[in-house]
């Protein structure tokens, strides 16, 4: 999967590292607060996995969109050509 973006993905998490690196150390070394640092950085992992969610329930719902127009597509074209638009399918009367 290629970013939206024109930035490289290795250099975005490399500068997420560098930067969850320098606010662990200061949390330890100025504030000295190590519970502080994990804090900011988990919420910072949180809030990514978030976005990386939503990517993915967008592509889910683009796909079966496409899908469902698509379908729909089928069965106005059968229905244009008076076809049978149950063709296909099983009969689900209750018979036995």
């Given amino acids: ?24 150390l200061y949390s330890v070394l100025i504030v000295q607060r190590l519970l502080f640092g994990v804090t900011l950085i988990m919420s910072v992992f ?13 592509r889910i719902a683009t796909a079966l969109e496409a899908d469902a127009d698509a379908e729909e597509g089928d069965v106005r074209g059968a229905v244009a050509d008076g076809g049978d638009t149950t063709a296909g399918r099983a009969d689900d009367d209750g018979a036995t």
């Fill in 1 to 24: 999967m290629s970013p939206r973006i024109g930035v490289d993905r290795r250099l975005l998490a490399g500068v997420a590292a560098v930067a969850a690196v320098a606010v662990l």
């Fill in 46 to 58: 949180v809030v990514s996995l978030l976005l990386r969610l939503v990517r993915a329930l967008e």
